[in-house]
Nanobody
Framework: QVQLVESGGGLVQAGGALRLSCAASGRTFADYAMGWFRQAPGKEREFVAALTWSGGGTAYAGSVRGRFGISRDNAKNTLYLQMNSLKPEATAVYYC????????????????????WGQGTQVTVSS
């Protein structure tokens, strides 16, 4: 089993940046592909970004590609999401998730592929 704890959320003005972190504990972090999802009020949870166990393969939602960067440090058991040029529509609770397996060529992009989820961290972007 894997426990995931997100941090780094907060309030930022449009155009600003935030860096989210997700600390993992439990099973070997490098056994998992990792991803970020977000859920805005009244909306379904949506995919943001993901990467493979090594970080060599990545996937991004079209709405964030070029502005967000996902990375991981397997030695520190930590996943990151660098968010730049933030827009008000990015306001949501951000969740990190873990998908067991090293066979992914890029990060899995559907929620059903993930086995474990964190509790989320709130990101609010003011206009």
């Amino acid at each position: 089993q894997v426990q995931l704890v997100e941090s780094g959320g907060g309030l930022v003005q449009a155009g600003g940046a935030l860096r989210l972190s997700c600390a993992a504990s439990g099973r070997t972090f490098a056994d998992y592909a990792m991803g970020w999802f977000r859920q805005a009020p009244g909306k379904e949870r949506e995919f943001v970004a993901a990467l493979t166990w090594s970080g060599g393969g990545t996937a991004y939602a079209g709405s964030v590609r070029g502005r967000f960067g996902i990375s991981r440090d397997n030695a520190k058991n930590t996943l990151y999401l660098q968010m730049n040029s933030l827009k008000p529509e990015a306001t949501a609770v951000y969740y990190c998730a873990a998908a067991l397996g090293r066979a992914y060529l890029s990060g899995p992009s559907t929620a059903r592929e993930y086995d474990y989820w964190g509790q989320g961290t709130q990101v609010t972007v003011s206009s």
